[in-house]
Antibody, heavy 119, light 107 residues
């Protein structure tokens, strides 16, 4: 059974940093692209970043480019999102998702972790 | 960026009705369109890939159609567990974008 478990969320002040983790199990992590998708309170889904299976290519939405870094450790089956220079508009639930690169959709999702940026 | 416009924003129905939800893209995206369901306080799950292709484990009452800029998600005879928010998502170009969602609620 595919499992994705996020951790590392919390309350952080504007301008500070936070690092999210996503522990994967139930599949060969190194075979799959992975992604982060977020959802602001009472809002819709917003893609944040994607990393291919070996970490050699990454993709970001413009609003987080230069502030967020997606990375992975295939030996630990873990995905990360380093978030720097956080803004209030980054407040959201962050979902880790497996990305089916061949078919271009998010096929499994974690339960999400809340990040609140506020002073 | 490709914008996806979903309509209606909210649809009120009674169980047993058959419904259609719309997703319109700001430019042609072929069939690079996927549908997700998000139940309250749950993570999204994929329902349909590439506009009309089924996903293993998804009930057959869910179907999709469309290409280019106009897409439809159909639910044949809505069940009580279908009351959720439905999102479309395009994979034609980066950034990947989602529609704002259609909330299916009990009338």
């Amino acid at each position: 059974e595919v499992q994705l478990v996020e951790s590392g969320g919390g309350l952080v002040q504007p301008g500070r940093s936070l690092k999210l983790s996503c522990a994967a199990s139930g599949f060969t992590f190194s075979d799959y692209a992975m992604a982060w998708v977020r959802q602001a309170p009472k809002k819709g889904l917003e893609w944040v970043a994607t990393i291919i299976y070996d970490g050699s290519s990454t993709y970001y939405r413009d609003s987080v480019k230069g502030r967020f870094t997606i990375s992975r450790d295939n030996a630990k089956s873990t995905l990360y999102l380093q978030m720097d220079s956080l803004r209030s508009e980054d407040t959201a639930t962050y979902y880790c998702a497996r990305y089916d690169w061949e078919h271009d959709y998010f096929d499994y999702w974690g339960q999400g972790v809340m990040v609140t940026v506020s002073s | 960026d490709i914008m996806l416009t979903q309509s209606p924003a909210t649809l009120s129905v009674t169980p047993g009705e058959s419904i259609s939800l719309s997703c319109r893209a700001s430019q042609s995206i072929s069939t690079n369109l996927h549908w997700y369901q998000q139940k309250p306080n749950e993570s999204p799950r994929v329902l349909i890939k590439y506009a009309s292709q089924t996903i293993s484990g998804i009930p057959s009452r869910f179907s999709g159609s469309g290409s280019g800029t106009d897409f439809t998600l159909n639910i044949n005879r809505v069940e009580p567990e279908d009351f959720s928010v439905y999102y479309c998502q395009q994979s034609n170009s980066w950034p990947r974008t989602f529609g704002a969602g259609t909330k299916l609620e009990l009338k």
